[in-house]
């Protein structure tokens, strides 16, 4: 089977359904069509400050949310990345063949180092899509199922492996990104101009995955719109309303269209009774049995353990390859 590698930051106790829509139901669905990694990946979270314990947690809880949502750890290799060290080994390798103006010009880098401001944006976060791209090589993955944000990083994976390949003989596959449909970018509700993220500064347009279904409930029924009235597609003029119909057709299944004529001739109001409804039938049995896995940490530590080694023993394979043919001088 052809190798697929993909992952999440624990950078907040829940996912968000940007999460869901754009990588976490395309993992589901691809699972057994695939020799599949899927990474909880703590390193990339440390890129802005975490506080330590909450990090654990949020480990654990990323990986219970995984799980939850139908990852089978007996299919798929499920493992926290911070747990195979070849992870960090070819991110250095790497890093010495990446343009630091190629990495300048990371759109991710620029939002997230704005928002930080210079002094707390750290050389790790720029660094971030050359760790990423150590990721995906490693595994030697030929599919990165992502959202829409990440296609620039797999973009620069892919001219990484080139560069090394050319320079040192072929060594990396080359992966292709394989982002579902054009509206598969969730945008938050508040701010339907910028993309929903779970590290956001506010929470009241993210619906996490394990928020209590009221909360969800509400937030969406207080989602941001526009005085026009009608329910139809404007992503440039009517950000608000083409995002909740982006959500309900990624989660149902009818394409814009269909909702469109559903919605015609009805308010608002009902769009969002619509997601509302399409939202809560497909969160509330994923919090329940996260919710549930992560009762029993010890358990769930174990099934992460048992998977770093499956994961440690494919990537070491890799690493030693690109030592060899870096020149470094093994010891016998
Ligand atoms: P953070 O705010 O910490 O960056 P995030 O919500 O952006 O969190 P990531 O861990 O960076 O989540 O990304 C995990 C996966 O979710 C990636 O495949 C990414 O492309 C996808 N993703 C993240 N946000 C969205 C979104 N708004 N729409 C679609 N896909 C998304
Ligand atoms: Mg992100």
Do not use: C
């Not at 395309?26 to 314990?53: C, E, G, K």
């Not at 992502?146 to 620069?156: A, F, M, P, S, Y």
């Not at 619906?207 to 909360?215: F, K």
């Amino acid at each position: 089977k052809p190798r697929l590698f993909s992952g999440m930051q624990p950078s907040a106790d829940s996912l968000q359904i940007g999460n869901y829509i754009g990588a976490l139901k395309q993992w589901r669905d691809m699972q057994d069509d695939y020799d599949a990694f899927f990474t909880v990946v703590d390193l990339h979270a440390i890129t802005v400050q975490q506080d330590p314990q909450e990090l654990r947690q949020k480990t654990r809880r990323t990986a219970a949310q995984y799980i939850a949502a139908g990852i089978d750890s007996t299919k798929s290799t499920l493992y926290v990345q911070s747990q195979v060290p070849a992870h960090a080994e070819l991110a250095w390798v790497l890093s010495t063949i990446t343009g630091f103006g190629e990495a300048g010009r990371m759109t991710q880098f620029k939002d997230k180092s704005q928002r930080y401001g210079t002094d707390k944006t750290s050389v790790g976060l720029f660094t971030y899509p050359v760790l990423m791209a150590a990721d995906i090589l490693l595994f030697q993955a030929e599919a990165v199922p992502v959202g829409d944000d990440q296609k620039q990083h797999v973009e620069l994976t892919r001219d990484l492996a080139e560069r090394f390949n050319s320079r040192f003989g072929e060594t990396f596959t080359i992966p292709t990104a394989t982002i579902p449909g054009e509206t598969a970018r969730i945008y938050d509700l508040q701010n339907p101009s910028s993309k929903m993220s779970k590290s956001a500064e506010s929470q009241a347009g993210v619906l996490y995955l394990l928020d209590d279904i009221n909360v969800t409930a509400k937030k969406i029924m207080r989602a941001m719109t526009d005085s026009e009235g009608v329910v139809r597609y404007d992503r440039e003029n009517k950000p608000g309303v083409s995002n909740l119909l982006s959500i309900q057709s990624a989660l149902t299944g009818q394409t814009i269209t269909q909702l469109e004529e559903e919605y015609a001739g009805k308010q608002y109001g009902h769009l969002k009774q619509g997601v509302r409804d399409a939202v809560v039938a497909e969160f509330e049995p994923v919090r329940a049995r996260a919710l549930e896995l992560l009762e029993d940490p010890a358990e769930l530590d174990r099934v992460l353990a048992d998977n770093a080694d499956r994961a440690a023993e494919v990537a070491e394979e890799t690493l030693k390859k690109v030592y060899d043919r870096v020149g470094l001088l093994r010891r016998g």
